[in-house]
């Protein structure tokens, strides 16, 4: 069994919902909104993936309280708590996040994501991997542009997915070719 584990930002939670949804075969409405055609991806057998938790968190401190984060790295901006970021400061907290709730949970894939002022970033973690990407959609959180967001988040959702599906089934050499995917073989 592989435990997925997620800490996410301004994906709401939802790529950990969607994993579920995947790993239990639900369908219809408890079914997947993002995912679709597995069969591009290979032949896993998606029954051997476990969601073990899916945290929503926004706050730096979230971050530091529930990720025991001592030191997370320090925001460019809060609103009402909530961590804002550049594009590398995302980058940096979006590693930070997958890596806690990997140690909290000991889980076997971990997911962090935070998006401030750019195109947000997505980190997932494994034995033997550190995948940091963004999405492919600009947003400023400042300006509280609610279908500029959603986009941005879309993307991100997408994005993270498709990386776990093409990892899962064993396919790192499609992952290298995504646009702004760096990947660090430990």
């Known amino acids: 069994m592989i435990r997925i584990a997620t800490a996410e930002c301004f994906t709401h939670g939802k790529i950990g919902l969607e994993l579920h949804a995947l790993a239990q075969n639900y369908e219809g409405n408890?079914?997947?909104?993002?995912?679709?055609?597995?069969?591009?991806?290979?032949?896993?057998?998606?029954?051997?993936?476990?969601?073990?938790?899916s945290l929503f968190i926004p706050t730096i401190?979230?971050?530091?309280?529930?990720?025991?984060?001592?030191?997370?790295?320090?925001?460019?901006?809060?609103?009402?708590?909530?961590?804002?970021?550049?594009?590398?400061?995302?980058?940096?907290?979006?590693?930070?996040m997958a890596k806690a709730v990997m140690n909290i949970?000991?889980?076997?894939?971990?997911?962090?994501?935070?998006?401030?002022?750019?195109?947000?970033?997505?980190?997932?973690?494994?034995p033997e991997y550190e995948i940091t990407t963004t999405s492919d959609v600009y947003s400023d959180l400042r300006e509280n542009n609610s279908e500029e967001l959603f986009q941005r988040q879309k993307s991100g959702i997408k994005k993270a997915i498709n990386i776990i599906l093409l990892f899962l089934n064993g396919k790192i050499d499609k992952i290298i070719t995504l646009k702004n995917t760096e990947i660090i073989k430990k």
């Open 61 to 96: 401190d979230a971050v530091k309280d529930i990720l025991n984060v001592e030191n997370p790295p320090e925001p460019d901006y809060l609103i009402k708590g909530i961590k804002v970021y550049n594009e590398e400061g995302d980058k940096k907290t979006s590693k930070v």
């Open 30 to 53: 408890f079914g997947s909104k993002y995912i679709e055609n597995l069969d591009e991806y290979g032949n896993f057998d998606y029954n051997e993936l476990s969601v073990i938790c």
């Open 105 to 126: 949970t000991c889980c076997d894939i971990a997911i962090g994501t935070t998006a401030g002022i750019g195109h947000g970033a997505i980190t997932i973690i494994t």
